[in-house]
């Protein structure tokens, strides 16, 4: 019969700590290069200008149908290769995560400007407006409110990524919990811990999107 030590764990908590805050530093770089990106790519998505639309769709395309493991590992090793500038492990997990991510939240902002009827388009140029205008002023503001539950579920599935930097030694929870059990060769608490851990981070993420839907199922 196995005996559970779960008090290794308060010995190593200080290696907890410093690695949940790796885990929020990953998921918070990464989570403002895939908003900024992934809104410029859905406003080009959702132009009627192919030379707009094309290249947009291709990234996003290539970038949801490849994955994010193989794309974090080609930046860490083979774009120092080609651009003769070497990055650190975590800013390679930032930037991969970003542009990985940024292909799943441009879809949802795409999603969201699609759903707002084109009357109201028509109605903003007809009172004056510029595209870039009516885009800011009346149909942003309105496909937040559908946006944000989806949104809000790829941020939950971004802060699960960050356990890819594992593969590429940055510090994070999982692979300071891989060289806790390394050390203490208690592998069935750390990986508990380790499942509590991120159970108790994602699930007021979900449960708070799930929520909002249900708001926004309610007002229409």
Do not use: C
């Amino acid at each position: 019969m196995y005996t559970w030590h779960f008090e290794v764990l308060l010995d190593y908590r200080q290696a907890f700590l410093r690695a949940l805050g790796v885990t929020g530093e990953l998921t918070a770089g990464s989570l403002v290069i895939g908003v900024v990106l992934g809104l410029a790519l859905g406003l080009m998505r959702s132009q009627v200008n192919r030379a707009m639309r094309w290249p947009a769709a291709v990234y996003v395309e290539f970038f949801r149908s490849t994955p994010a493991l193989v794309q974090l590992v080609w930046i860490y090793y083979a774009l120092p290769v080609l651009s003769g500038a070497q990055l650190g492990n975590m800013p390679s997990v930032i930037l991969g995560l970003g542009l990985h991510s940024a292909a799943y939240f441009a879809e949802i902002f795409r999603g969201g400007i699609a759903s707002i009827h084109r009357g109201q388009f028509d109605a903003a140029r007809a009172i004056g407006m510029r595209p870039g205008q009516a885009m800011r002023r009346i149909i942003l503001p309105q496909a937040a409110r559908r946006m944000l539950p989806p949104f809000i579920n790829e941020v939950a599935n971004l802060v699960k990524l960050t356990t890819l930097g594992s593969v590429i030694a940055v510090a994070e929870l999982l692979h300071e919990g891989e060289n806790l059990i390394s050390d203490t060769y208690r592998p069935l608490e750390i990986y508990t811990a380790l499942a509590v851990a991120f159970a108790l981070i994602i699930f007021p993420i979900i449960w708070l999107a799930q929520r909002l839907e249900a708001r926004l199922r309610v007002r229409s």
